[in-house]
């Protein structure tokens, strides 16, 4: 059994698509209309690129968007993105405009930060150390 895709839930495709690839660095794998509004969209790890997708899937189900807004609310992260360096990607990611909600913390063995994707989520990067 392996993972091949898992999602986030996004308000705007297209926004969310510029901030995953552009900020983020991620790339375009799959871009499929699905009707007038919705695509199946998916970004890859430049890093991985036949890897695990990352679906950005449209939060129009009432259900799907209370799940969201309720952990963003809370500061719980929906996500979670291994990084190599959680300290020079919270620096990077900041000079992009990223706003976090939690700077780089080190908790045990892992350090990690939570930044806001401006999609609705909170999305907590990490990284062990070398």
């Known amino acids: 059994m392996k993972i091949r895709l898992t999602s ?12 995953y690839t552009e900020v983020l660095g991620f790339l375009k794998k799959h871009d499929v209309p699905l009707g007038e509004q919705d695509r199946w969209l998916t970004v890859v790890s430049p890093e991985e690129p036949g890897g695990t997708e990352l679906l950005l899937e449209p939060a129009r189900h009432p259900a799907a968007r209370t799940y969201r807004d309720a952990l963003a609310e809370d500061g719980i992260p929906l996500a979670q993105f291994a990084v190599d360096d959680v300290a020079a990607e919270y620096e990077r990611l900041s000079a992009l ?3 976090f ?7 045990g063995p892992v350090t990690t930060a939570v930044l806001d994707d401006t999609c609705g989520n909170l999305i907590q990067i990490a990284s062990r150390p070398r």
């Open 101 to 107: 909600t939690q700077k780089p913390l080190e908790t």
């Open 8 to 19: 986030v839930l996004v308000d705007d495709q297209a926004a969310a698509l510029h901030f």
């Open 97 to 99: 405009g990223v706003r």
